[in-house]
């Protein structure tokens, strides 16, 4: 099965430890993209990666970090820097030819207590 | 990329045809407009994209109106699954145009 996998579904971390979400694709998209989702509320772009070894800041890169070492791999960490970590987060991967649509994980919500 | 609205909420009945609204009156001329729709606590699905012509999928047909400033997602057999927050997302196809997510529009299937 073609698709976006992310792991853990939930995370339950105590405040001060940093903590790493995983995200995998097997849909040879080159684009990957890393939303973060609060109650009630749409989602927002974090972090993006265009190509391996590179990526670029979204709207709400403070206290997160990512890597891109592989096509199929983005994972993202939640800092100790990150003021108000618990939420939804959610992994995105589209083509970068055609139409550009994203294709979306099932998530993985994350508690910080 | 332009901005969109759409009404907090809207529900249908179960087997009727649903109308979701959006308005984009900002937008330019190399901006699609895309839809998007995501059930509880799961990942966003993409469901259709269009320029200016209509556009019909297996999921749902999108009219986008002459000026291109509105357009109407339609799930023309509603069921209870299709209930879900549905988003309008206006945005070119560069390579470095984003997907911005407003608060969308809540769809209630009702049996």
């Known amino acids: 099965d073609g698709g976006i996998t992310q792991s853990p579904k939930y995370l339950f971390r105590k405040e001060g430890q940093n903590v790493t979400l995983s995200c995998e694709q097997n849909l040879n998209h080159d684009a990957m993209y890393w939303y973060r989702q609060d109650p009630g509320q749409g989602l927002r772009l974090i972090y993006y990666s265009q190509i391996v070894n590179d990526f670029q800041k979204g709207d709400i890169a403070e206290g997160y970090s990512v890597s891109r070492e592989k096509k199929e791999s983005f994972p993202l960490t939640v800092t100790s820097a990150q003021k108000n970590p618990t939420a939804f987060y959610l992994c995105?991967?589209?083509?970068?030819?055609?139409?550009?649509?994203?294709?979306f994980g099932p998530g993985t919500r994350l508690t910080v207590t | 990329d332009a901005k969109t609205t759409q009404p907090p909420s809207m529900d249908c009945a179960e087997g009727r045809a649903a109308n979701l609204p959006c308005n984009h009156s900002t937008i330019s001329g190399n901006e699609y407009v895309y839809w998007y729709r995501q059930i509880h606590s799961q990942g966003p699905q993409y469901i259709i994209h269009?320029?200016?012509n209509n556009e019909t999928n297996e999921m749902a047909s999108l009219i986008i109106t002459e000026d291109r400033k509105s357009s109407t997602l339609i799930l023309p057999h509603a069921t209870l699954r299709d209930t879900a927050v549905y988003y309008c997302?206006?945005?070119?196809?560069?390579?470095?145009?984003?997907?911005?997510f407003g608060k969308g529009i809540t769809l209630s299937v009702r049996p």
């Open positions: 997302i206006v945005r070119s196809t560069g390579a470095n145009s984003k997907l911005t």
């Open positions: 269009g320029l200016k």
């Open positions: 995105a991967s589209s083509s970068l030819q055609g139409t550009y649509e994203q294709y």
